[in-house]
Structures are given as structure tokens and as C-alpha cells.
């Protein structure tokens, strides 16, 4: 199933908005939506229904009071499990909530997990309609928002988790100054927004969920005739005006009162998550004023690899249980050696590091689809450095350090203009420094396989005879679409691939997508062979690339330097800026980004067998691409191309 992302950019800086003024957001907005004393004022009823014991571990199925809406009760169904050698000797555990993605139904195994590691663990039952718990409040059909935010589903979820903590405390194997929580997806959402809110948590843990939606989210942002997420209404599905996020940000977004708190919080993220954007999670990490932590993964959307799953739950152990602390990473800082510019940043902490790299992304917005390249960098000592490579378009940069456990710490995102420090870019070619939008999947190797069975993405047949490595992708007779490719908007690219079949023939290759102005591509008919032939087709993804000219006036400043807000200027700017939260929010936005996706089709005649390898999608220089006429985007609504009269795209 294809995802939709964002090919718009957001609007950064005081040049995009204009000379209207919008004011910060405060620090620390006043409370007007959770009575938190009253919440914890009302029963709890606390009731075990079912109780087992397997293998070290019990786990028990149980029912609490959340709150009375109305003339309705509402209680909610949990497992809470903990490991019973410590429960008999009386020993107090440290706990955790634990918040599902999807808020599916909850689970055991879950609880068990946690138990496993030391932990007393719950996970609740939202009370969604069809789950065990009552209230019927239909929370992940989207971000809604009522004319009273109590009424809001989003608000009965989170009055649930308060009263899931006071569940916690009121149980004798818990020790009640040890609770934290933790979840993805949605569940990282919600640990967002608790974190905040209840200050009896000691740490949160969040795998892709974050706050700040108003920036831009596929609930609000993606087009309703464009969804293929079933959960999401028709109504969420909506393009949320100006005052109607300006609204959600005041009242029940999840990092509204983060600022309130010094709990210890993480993120750990994909940079191309199609929930949660990037622009979101750099301005929650801002608004965090305790101990935190960021993990962002290059070009890894709503999934993580298992060494971070480990990380987010070490997090924990850090906070509850005492365990050594995680390295810290400084801000980057930007340094100009002759033509070019060198990101430098630090690290301390008990955990070694044992390498260091910096990722890069060209370009504004479309952050679901953009290309994130990995740079090795230097790691002397505690001082880490990585050299930028030429670009004519702005750059969006993180520096990671990498320790023996495989687990990553990265710095946030920094925005950064070559042309505005100086550079010289007359000699470079290429808009974007250069990449492989299909480089994740493209050779079909094992670990490349591996990337598109954890983002569920299709897999074709595989083949030990290959081009280069050691399989490619068997083309059968009909059509193949491949995984979706990572781009760049406004810069022309090359497709490239090698082919061989069983006899020589002809094929048809589309490269398409569906873009804002609708479904856009290239297609071309193809002779392969016996042997390997190369296939190449070009194609300018649409969008603006707003390159800068040298000459434009602009004062280069280091990230030390700090503007009003606190904060580096659009020279060199730290991605999650108050300023981009009030702009995003406010009236001078025109058009929030969307979602698209963009993919290769082949078509193979019958009676042909094909293999396919050395899949690439590469930045190419505008001189070299075959002119505005071939590159131009054409509407493939009905076109019709058979591959010797067979088989064709339709």
C-alpha cells in the first residue's frame, strides 16, 4: 500500500512570511483544559478479573475508574504484569505505562515484555468504541478538536493515563516514585502529551509520536481523495485553518506543556515518518526544558530498527532504574575552511562512542520523500567534525554519534545556506549533493530486503543471478511497481537500472507520481537482452527548488549566534524555532504540504522472464538532462503503453 507525503515546503524565516508580525508563543501556556486535581480526586475501584502466572511472570487482567463524563462511568480494562520472584520478596519495582501503536487493543505480551525486564508494566485499553474498556470515544479517527477540548476524544485518553499512573501507585509492588511511560505511534503521542500534563512520571520514552501537529500532519494535511490510511475519517481529513491550529495548540496538543516539566524525555524517530514530520519533532525537542534525548534514523519512515527499540527502553532503564546515563551530543556548529563549510559537534558521557556520521537532506519541505544522505565523519577524542558537500540548495543537517551497543545520539536538525556563508557554488553541477533515492532497497540485497519487510513494503521474487552483490529482482510477465523512491522536488533526476531477460524483447518503464497538481511521470519503451543492459529515463520531480543566487544578501552567522528568539537566524537555523510553530499556525501560511508517493512501473510482455538490479534515482545537472521538453511532467490519466502489444501500463 503506497503512503502520501508532503512535496510542499514549510515556510522558514522572516522571508517567507512577509512584514507581518507574529508574536511567540508563550513558554508555559495557563492550564484551561485539565482539572489535575479533581481528575485524581475521583475513585479508582480498583478490580483484578483474571490472574495467571507463566514462566516467572503475573500477569493480571484489571478494571479502574476514569472518570464519570456525564451521566456515564467510565472504567478501563488493563494488563498489568510484573515478575513474581521479586513481588514475593516484597520488593518495590520500578513501573511503566506502556502506550500502543495504533492504541490498538491492549495487549499482554507487552506487559510481559516489560515484566521481562524488571518492570511492573500496564497497558490499557483506550476507551475506544468495540474495547474492553467503556466510553466509546473514537480517538485514533484523528486529531479532532470540539468547541469545549474536554469533550474531545483526544482529552478522555489522556484523563485515562492519568488515572493508569494513580492504578500504578496504588499497587503494593510498585514503587510509587518510579513510574514512567513509553510508546510509539500514536502511544509516543500520548507519552508526549502525558510527560507534560502528570508530574508523577519520571521519564518518557517515545518511538515516532510527537507534538506540535499544527506544523503539519497526515491527518489534517493529506488530501481525502489521496488516503490509504483506513482509520483516518472524512472529517480529519479536513485542512485545518489558522485559527483552528492555533486552537489545538493552546488546549490539547501533546507538547503544549512540556515546557512545565524537567521530567527526562526521548525521542526516537525515522526522518521520513509519514505520521509525525520532522518540523513537529524538532519543535517538541525544543520545547522539552528537562533531560532529553533525540534518535533520528536516515530515511526510515513509521518503523525502527530493533537496536533502538532496545535504546528507547534503555532510556528508561537510565531514569527507573539507576542504569549509566546516556551520552550527550552539543549542537552543531557551522565553520567556514576556505570555499567550505564544516559541521562540528561533541559528545561526553559514560557510554563510548564508537563512530560518528553526519546526515544530510537538500531542499525545502516534502519531508515523507526526501533523500537523507550519510557522511562518515571524524571522531577524535570527544570532537566530531564532517565536511558539507556543495550544494546550491539549502541543506538540513544532524550529527550523530554512534556507541558499542549500536545506539544513536544525534543532535537536532540545523538549517544551513552555502550561498548565504559564501560559498562559491559556480562550479558545482548538481542542485543537491548527490544520492540514491532507491538506495535503500535498490540492489535487493539482504539488508536492503530486510528495510522493506519492516516498512511492509512490497518485495519481488528474488534471483542469485546479479548484476552487481548477490541477488537481483525477477520481472515477470505484467506489470511490477517497486518501492517508493526518495526525490528531491524542482531537481532533475536520472532513473537508472540494468535489465536482462530470457530473450530479447521490449518493455515499457513508467516513473510517476501523485503530486499536488495530480498524477505526474515519464514512460519509454525499452529493448533489453541476454546480457545486462543499463536503462535510463529522466524526470523532474514537481516542485519549487528555490535555489539562492550567489550574491544574495544574507549575514552568515554561526549556530552560537542566537537571534531574538533565542535561536540561530535563516542563515544557519535550528530547525525547531518558536518562530516556525507561531508561523505555521498563523495566517501568513497559504498552503500547508501535502503527502504523494512516487514509484517505478515495468511492464513485461508474456512469455518473458526479466531480472532486475542496480535500481537508482540520481540528482542530475540541468545542463545534462535531455531539456524542459523531454523533463516535463505529463498527465497519465488513461495513457495506454503495450509492450509489443502486451502487458502494457495502464
Known amino acids: 500500500m503506497w503512503k502520501w507525503f508532503s512535496i510542499a515546503s514549510l515556510l522558514w524565516g522572516s522571508a517567507a512570511s512577509g512584514p507581518e508580525k507574529i508574536s511567540e508563543p508563550s513558554s508555559v501556556e495557563r492550564e484551561t483544559v485539565f482539572d489535575y486535581e479533581a481528575l485524581l480526586a475521583t475513585p479508582l475501584y480498583p478490580r483484578t478479573l483474571k490472574k495467571r502466572e507463566k514462566n516467572g511472570i503475573v500477569t493480571e487482567e484489571v478494571m479502574f475508574h476514569s472518570e464519570r463524563d456525564g451521566a456515564h462511568d467510565i472504567n478501563i480494562f488493563a494488563y498489568f504484569s510484573y515478575p513474581s520472584k521479586a513481588a514475593k520478596a516484597g520488593q518495590k519495582l520500578p513501573a511503566f505505562v506502556w502506550n500502543q501503536g495504533g492504541l490498538s487493543k491492549a495487549s499482554a505480551l507487552r506487559t510481559e515484555m516489560g515484566a521481562r525486564r524488571g518492570y511492573a508494566t500496564l497497558c490499557i485499553d483506550f476507551p475506544q468504541p468495540g474495547y474492553r474498556s467503556t466510553g466509546r470515544y473514537a480517538i485514533n479517527t484523528g486529531l479532532e478538536l470540539k468547541d469545549d477540548p474536554r469533550q474531545a476524544p483526544i482529552y478522555h485518553g489522556a484523563v485515562a493515563l492519568l488515572k493508569a499512573v494513580s492504578y500504578l501507585q496504588s499497587r503494593p509492588e510498585v514503587d510509587g516514585n518510579r513510574i514512567g511511560m513509553a510508546g510509539s505511534s500514536w502511544g509516543g503521542f500520548y507519552t508526549t502529551l502525558m510527560v507534560g500534563l502528570d508530574p508523577r512520571l519520571k521519564a518518557g520514552a517515545c518511538m515516532y509520536g510527537a507534538g506540535n501537529v499544527q506544523m503539519g500532519n497526515m491527518w489534517w494535511d493529506a488530501p481525502k481523495t489521496d488516503r490509504d490510511e483506513p482509520a483516518v475519517t472524512p472529517q480529519s481529513t479536513l485542512h485545518r485553518d489558522p485559527v483552528f491550529r492555533e486552537r489545538w495548540r493552546v488546549t490539547l496538543d501533546p507538547a503544549l506543556r512540556l515546557p512545565r516539566r524537567t521530567t527526562p524525555i526521548a525521542w526516537f524517530t525515522g526522518t521520513n515518518d509519514w505520521f509525525y514530520w520532522m518540523p513537529s519533532v524538532m519543535q517538541t525537542h525544543t520545547m522539552a526544558t528537562g533531560e532529553r534525548h533525540l534518535t533520528l534514523v536516515p530515511n526510515w519512515d513509521h518503523i525502527m530498527p530493533a537496536s533502538l527499540v532496545e535504546q528507547t527502553f534503555t532510556w528508561l532503564d537510565v531514569h527507573l532504574k539507576n542504569k549509566p546515563a546516556f551520552s550527550q551530543v552539543t549542537p552543531l556548529t557551522i565553520v567556514k575552511r576556505g570555499n567550505q563549510l564544516v559541521a562540528r559537534w561533541q559528545w561526553s558521557g559514560p557510554r563510548r562512542a564508537v563512530k560518528a556520521d553526519l ?292
Open 359 to 650: 546526515i544530510l537532506s537538500g531542499g525545502e519541505g516534502n519531508w515523507h520523500s526526501r533523500f537523507w544522505k550519510t557522511i562518515p565523519s571524524t571522531l577524535k577524542g570527544e570532537a566530531c567534525e564532517a565536511a558539507l558537500p556543495a550544494s546550491r540548495l539549502p541543506l538540513y543537517i544532524s550529527g550523530a554519534i554512534v556507541d558499542k551497543d549500536d545506539f544513536r545520539y544525534s543532535t537536532p536538525l540545523l538549517k544551513v545556506d552555502p550561498v548565504a556563508w559564501g560559498i562559491d557554488i559556480s562550479q558545482s553541477k548538481l542542485m543537491v549533493p548527490d544520492y540514491n533515492g532507491c538506495a535503500m532497497w535498490g540492489s535487493f540485497e539482504k539488508t536492503q530486503v530486510n528495510y522493506l519487510k519492516q516498512h511492509r513494503l512490497p518485495i519481488p521474487p528474488l534471483s542469485r543471478v546479479a548484476k552487481d552483490g548477490k541477488r537481483s529482482a525477477i520481472l515477470r510477465a505484467g506489470k511490477l511497481t517497486l518501492p517508493y523512491i526518495l526525490f528531491t522536488p524542482g531537481v532533475p533526476h536520472r532513473f537508472s537500472c540494468y535489465l536482462r531477460s530470457n530473450k530479447t524483447t521490449k518493455i515499457a518503464l513508467k516513473i510517476y507520481g501523485k503530486f499536488e497538481g495530480g498524477e505526474q511521470g515519464v514512460q519509454q519503451m525499452f529493448e533489453i537482452k541476454r546480457t545486462w543492459t543499463k536503462v535510463t529515463l529522466e524526470f523532474t520531480p514537481p516542485g519549487e527548488p528555490r535555489v539562492m543566487k550567489s550574491g544574495d544578501p544574507a549575514k552568515p552567522r554561526n549556530a552560537s549566534d542566537a537571534g531574538e528568539s533565542g535561536l540561530p537566524d535563516t542563515t544557519v537555523k535550528v530547525l525547531s524555532s518558536q518562530a516556525i510553530a507561531a508561523k505555521a499556525s498563523g495566517a501568513s501560511v497559504k498552503k500547508l504540504p501535502r503527502r504523494a508517493w512516487f514509484a517505478a512501473t515495468f511492464a513485461i510482455p508474456k512469455g518473458v522472464r526479466a531480472r532486475l538490479d542496480a535500481v537508482s534515482f540520481r540528482p542530475i545537472a540541468e545542463e545534462t538532462s535531455l531539456g524542459a521538453g523531454a523533463m516535463t511532467p505529463m498527465n497519465l490519466k488513461g495513457l495506454k503503453v503495450l509492450a509489443e502489444g502486451q502487458g502494457g501500463i495502464q
